[in-house]
């Protein structure tokens, strides 16, 4: 069974830096896609961004872009997600979720077909 | 505000069926393929429509997903107190080169 276990999740002042991290295990890592999402406390989902197997290929959301940076260590099974310049309403949940996606041609597919437990990040002064 | 518009809630008896739709546009819904996510209180979301209308194993056949045009619909059949949770669209979007989410519907059962 799918196993991805988030950390590094707590309180950061706004302006502050944030590393998450997202274990894997009980499947072939290196082999698929990874995304993080992020749910406000009361909202909805809303996508960070995703990473392709090899790590060539990364996108996110335009709310993070140049702030945030998704990274992945396929020998040691590790998703990262280094946060810089964090503001009030970054504070969330942020879950990592394996990932099928195929956006090439249409119809484009993308779904998260397992996630995390999530970890809570609070921007707050 | 979400790309994708779902109503906020809907209710139903044990037993009976309830249908969320998603509403989308061309670039999202039209031309791309949707899923759709349960999730209870506290706990992360989980993948039960893919493809718009296929079920990832282990999920039972009173869910089920369709697309028609802009907007896609999942039905639950069968309703049973355990099928209350949030229920949320996603596909992708092809001119806003992004994820979207619908905003989420609760259903109740009464």
């Known amino acids: 069974q799918v196993q991805l276990v988030e950390s590094g999740g707590g309180l950061v002042k706004p302006g502050g830096s944030l590393r998450l991290s997202c274990a894997a295990s009980?499947?072939?890592?290196?082999?698929?896609?990874m995304s993080w999402v992020r749910q406000a406390p009361g909202r909805g989902l809303e996508w960070v961004g995703y990473i392709s197997p090899g790590g060539t290929n990364i996108y996110y959301a335009d709310s993070v872009k140049g702030r945030f940076t998704i990274s992945r260590d396929n020998p040691k099974n590790s998703l990262s997600l280094q946060m810089n310049s964090l503001r009030a309403e970054d504070t969330a949940v942020y879950y990592c979720a394996r990932t099928y996606l195929s956006i090439v041609l249409p119809p484009a597919a993308i779904y998260f077909d397992s996630w995390g437990q999530g970890t809570l990040v609070t921007v707050s002064s | 505000q979400s790309v994708l518009t779902q109503p906020p809630s809907v209710s139903a008896a044990p037993g009976q069926k309830v249908t969320i739709s998603c509403s989308g546009s061309?670039?999202?819904?039209?031309?791309?393929?949707v899923s759709w996510y349960q999730q209870f209180p506290g706990t992360a979301p989980k993948l039960l429509i893919y493809d718009n209308d296929k079920r990832p194993s282990g999920i039972p056949d009173r869910f089920s997903g369709s697309r028609s045009g802009t907007s896609a619909t999942l039905g639950i059949t069968g309703l049973q107190t355990g099928d209350e949770a949030v229920y949320y669209c996603?596909?992708?979007?092809?001119?806003?080169?992004?994820?979207?989410f619908g905003g989420g519907t609760k259903v109740t059962v009464l």
């Open positions: 996603g596909t992708w979007d092809s001119s806003l080169s992004t994820v979207a």
């Open positions: 061309s670039s999202s819904i039209g031309n791309n393929y």
């Open positions: 009980e499947f072939t890592f290196s082999d698929y896609f």
